[in-house]
């Protein structure tokens, strides 16, 4: 059980009866006469369906800004298994809500663990959309708060996986003019889903075709795909960039104007000459440019280094993981790149924060007409992962991520930052 609960002092097997609650005397409740943690309902003592009480969150952190600047923050409580939103209100301060990680059952709490892969995204009208994955229901999970509420009153719907299948790792959200256009992986599968909610509320779900003109592809049993999966929608075109582990290439799949999808390889395979060029793919972060082209940062895992492409052009290296080593006066290179989160700043820039494992340390890289721009550790930051941001302002940077706990790492600990872009060496 989850701690909690454990706190509470309370057996959740069965329906707990209080005098002056429940029963003949429920038409004269009072929620005094129920235990911590729990409300005086129809049918008697009831728990509440929203704990209040946080552990270690960070994890799975993804960001989102609102038309007037507040910060909204989708997270992974590791403590109690939990999803959790954070939102900062008018005042400046942020309200840390509990989203899902139990369930009420016949009037008795049922513990879960739901919330890992979390992504949050804020449409034209403020209205925030959320998806996540329940590990013990195998399922994805898609909520959507207003405005109105202050992103409080959360609707949640379970969008994939209710079968033996399960679905709603590596999950990303996108909305647009009242659509919400969702990514994941079918870890049963092993494949790249893909679900549409249309204004209406239904959902249309389809698996993505991992083949981009390989021989033999698919390979029946073998087949492997759909990690790291971002979801962009380009003129109501979705476009899904994603990992293909079986062969190590950094893939995306484009819906045509006819309604078909076409899967090409970005990097990792060089397609006229049928040449493996490397294991590269992971930690995918998808932004569009000013111009609304997609753009791609994302983790070499043959060579630990960060790499940046906009489709058409060549993969540009960003960041090999070179540094001098004073203890041995000679040059190392360590892995850099994991958990790479890209945005573009006020100027059109391509700027990247990601993980020196080296080191460790957060780093910022900044990218501009084809060239790296620049390349900084950023001393203010603690060492941590699960990066997420928006540009922010002129010249500034806005977001959330997990820092490690000095000496307790992989504990995290929840950091919102405002920092600049520094874009000199």
Avoid at 264 to 291: K, N
Avoid at 339 to 362: E, K, N, S, T
Wanted: charged share 25%; proline share 4%.
């Amino acid at each position: 059980m989850k701690s909690w609960w454990s706190r509470l002092g309370l057996a959740l097997a069965s329906v707990v009866w209080f005098a002056g609650c429940g029963g003949e005397s429920a038409g004269v409740c009072d929620d005094s006469a129920c235990p911590a943690g729990w409300v005086c309902g129809e049918n008697g003592c009831e728990p509440t369906a929203n704990p209040t009480t946080t552990g270690d969150l960070g994890r799975f952190t993804s960001t989102a800004l609102t038309s007037d600047g507040r910060l909204l923050v989708s997270t992974y409580d590791q403590t109690h298994k939990n999803l959790v939103v954070s939102v900062e209100q008018a005042d400046g301060h942020d309200e840390l809500q509990p989203i899902d990680g139990w369930r009420v059952e016949d009037q008795t709490l049922v513990d879960t663990d739901s919330g890992r892969w979390t992504a949050i995204t804020v449409d034209a009208n403020d209205t925030a959309h959320l998806v996540w994955f329940d590990v013990d229901g195998g399922q994805l999970r898609y909520a959507h708060a207003s405005r109105a509420s202050a992103w409080q009153d959360w609707a949640i719907e379970t969008v994939d996986g209710a079968g033996p299948e399960i679905r709603g790792t590596h999950a990303s959200i996108v909305a647009s003019q009242g659509i919400v256009y969702v990514a994941y992986r079918d870890e049963t599968a092993r494949q790249l889903r893909y679900a549409r909610r249309d204004a209406d509320g239904s959902w249309t779900l389809r698996t993505i075709d991992p083949c981009a003109g390989e021989a033999g592809c698919p390979e029946a049993g073998a087949e492997d795909y759909g990690e790291w999966a971002q979801i962009a929608i380009i003129g109501q075109r979705p476009r899904i960039a994603f990992y293909d582990r079986y062969r190590g290439d950094l893939k995306m799949a484009t819906r045509t104007d006819e309604g078909a999808w076409v899967t090409t390889t970005l990097d990792g395979r060089d397609a006229v000459a049928d040449v493996d060029t490397g294991d590269v793919g992971r930690f995918i972060s998808l932004a569009l440019t000013p111009e609304r082209h997609p753009a791609l940062a994302y983790y070499d895992v043959s060579r630990g280094a960060l790499r940046y492409l906009v489709p058409g052009s060549a993969p540009l290296v960003v960041d090999a993981g070179v540094r001098d080593d004073a203890t041995r006066g000679a040059k190392r290179s360590d892995p850099v790149g994991q958990h790479a989160a890209l945005a573009f700043d006020d100027l059109g820039r391509a700027v990247i924060l990601y993980l020196d494992g080296g080191i460790p340390a957060v780093k910022q890289a900044v990218v501009a007409a084809g060239k790296v721009v620049s390349t900084r550790i950023l001393d203010g930051l603690a060492p941590g992962a699960f990066f997420s941001f928006d540009a922010y302002g002129e010249g500034q940077l806005r977001g959330a991520y997990g820092a490690w706990l000095e000496g307790e790492a992989p504990r995290t600990r929840l950091v919102r930052f405002l920092i600049p872009v520094y874009a000199t060496p």
